[in-house]
């Protein structure tokens, strides 16, 4: 994903808000350092930091998950109307799920924010995590990207992009 946004056009996305899961520092730490790296060229912080609720641990049991994503989703809710965005572009851990059905909602009801962009982890070669079925099965994402051939086939809707590693 670092590598997908390290080539964005910064300037048409800005301001840009990182969004991970509350128990995950590691991909807040990495994108922090993408930006400071391009702050430099830049000299001025368009990006803001941000954590929160996972719906489900890894392992964790699908009825304790309800509870769980009902947190999350409420958390993503107030995030959605704080933070307005025209582009979600997530790539599968529990925490993009809450924000795109938010999204998703939001249109249902004729407030079109957000375009929501979702593509599968290179690790998914046969076929898609979790998350990536909801959001396929239920055309939730607007746009579906997938890293291998044979998941294009499978899913005809998803868009194959080659490896973005």
Excluded at 83 to 111: D, E, H, S, W, Y
Aim: proline share 4%; glycine share 4%.
């Amino acid at each position: 994903m670092l590598n997908l946004l390290s080539v964005l056009q910064k300037d048409r996305f800005s301001p840009r808000f990182y969004i991970a899961a509350a128990t995950d520092n590691m991909s807040l730490q990495k994108a922090q350092l993408l930006e400071e790296t391009e702050d430099k060229v830049e000299e001025i912080s368009r990006s803001q930091f941000m954590q929160i609720y996972r719906s489900r641990e890894v392992g964790q049991s699908y009825i304790t998950s309800a509870l769980t994503t009902l947190i999350a989703t409420v958390h993503a809710l107030w995030l959605m109307l704080s933070i307005r965005p025209q582009v979600i572009l997530c790539n599968g851990p529990g925490t993009c799920i809450p924000l795109c059905v938010i999204a998703f909602l939001f249109k249902v009801v004729g407030i079109k924010w957000s375009s929501v962009f979702y593509v599968e982890s290179i690790a998914r070669v046969q076929r898609l995590s979790l998350s990536g079925l909801l959001l396929y099965k239920l055309r939730i994402a607007d746009q579906f990207f997938v890293q291998w051939p044979q998941l294009q086939r499978k899913y005809p809707r998803a868009h194959y992009v080659g490896c973005l590693m």
